[in-house]
């Protein structure tokens, strides 16, 4: 025998629901009756309430809604500011450092590990095996889990936006020689990093870890310098080997401040003219009229 299921709203759901209290409206005390009481299935206890429950619910929705746009909106506009706030830099200066032995070490690594990652990254690019974008060298060069598949533990020692940074390197170096080949018709063959050939190497230090405490940068602050360091950065930075002195530098970008110079008041502006010979403005809205009327007089000295 085939059952044939009934639908859930029929007859008898309709009569069921007919003796139960479910209000689809708003809650208020007032338009509660004296029926609806009596005969609902269940307790009643009332209450005085001028507002309803629903528009309460609804407030305490929109408040907290307004409270998250208003957050986002402060970070949003914080944002903004930090980015109106910081100028372009136009100039880099420049810090001798005097690392000890134990952090020249360290730098060292993090040079050859930069060195690797730059290389490997364009060995792959060149033979085509790995796309010319972050997310493909990333993967195949810079992520711990290509790193655990080649078996060089020693490449995490380094911090990752360091090889990171070196890998934006090779990708800036494209763009230089593809701009360079639509100027000016030139192919630009990029060249490996190579310890012998090289007369400096540089690495790049980003300015949200200079002033950390702890961790693998905790000892760049720490670094003895020919000039006292910056407390903070507002740049990313670059910190630079020079192979043939052995000298450590770090190179700051910085905007460049033009100072705006007194008024000298020696300065005027010159406009010849017909009535007046000529008439001088200076810088301080100042109208100096040098021979007005005199051009008859002017063209007798002439002859």
Not at 101 to 112: C, D, M, S
Request: hydrophobic content about 30%; proline content about 5%; charged content about 30%.
């Amino acid at each position: 025998m085939k059952i044939v299921p009934k639908p859930f709203w029929n007859e008898d759901s309709a009569r069921i629901s007919r003796t139960l209290w479910l209000p689809s409206l708003n809650l208020i005390e007032r338009e509660w009756t004296g029926e609806l009481v009596t005969e609902g299935w269940g307790t009643c206890k009332r209450s005085a309430s001028d507002q309803p429950i629903t528009d309460c619910l609804s407030a305490s929705t929109a408040e907290c809604t307004t409270v998250d746009k208003k957050e986002r909106a402060v970070k949003r506009r914080k944002r903004e500011e930090e980015q109106t706030e910081k100028q372009q830099a136009e100039k880099v200066r420049r810090f001798r450092l005097y690392p000890t032995t134990e952090q020249k070490a360290i730098l060292r690594n993090w040079f050859g590990t930069a060195r690797w990652t730059y290389n490997r990254c364009l060995d792959a690019a060149e033979k085509k095996e790995v796309a010319k974008n972050k997310k493909d060298l990333r993967a195949a060069f810079l992520n711990k889990d290509a790193i655990d598949n080649m078996g060089k533990p020693w490449v995490l020692e380094t911090p990752y936006d360091i090889r990171n940074a070196a890998m934006q390197d090779l990708l800036n170096a494209y763009d230089s020689a593809h701009a360079r080949y639509t100027n000016d018709k030139k192919v630009f063959k990029i060249k490996h990093r190579s310890r012998r050939k090289s007369r400096q190497e540089s690495i790049v230090i980003h300015h949200k870890h200079w002033s950390r405490v702890k961790g693998k940068y905790a000892f760049l602050r720490k670094m003895k310098s020919a000039e006292p360091l910056p407390h903070d950065l507002n740049y990313d930075s670059r910190l630079v080997y020079q192979r043939t002195t052995g000298h450590y530098y770090l190179c700051v970008p910085m905007p460049l401040r033009v100072l705006d110079g007194p008024s000298s008041g020696r300065l005027i502006s010159l406009d010849p003219g017909v009535r007046t010979f000529l008439t001088g403005y200076s810088p301080d809205g100042e109208a100096i009229e040098l021979g007005k009327n005199d051009i008859g007089h002017i063209y007798r000295l002439c002859h």
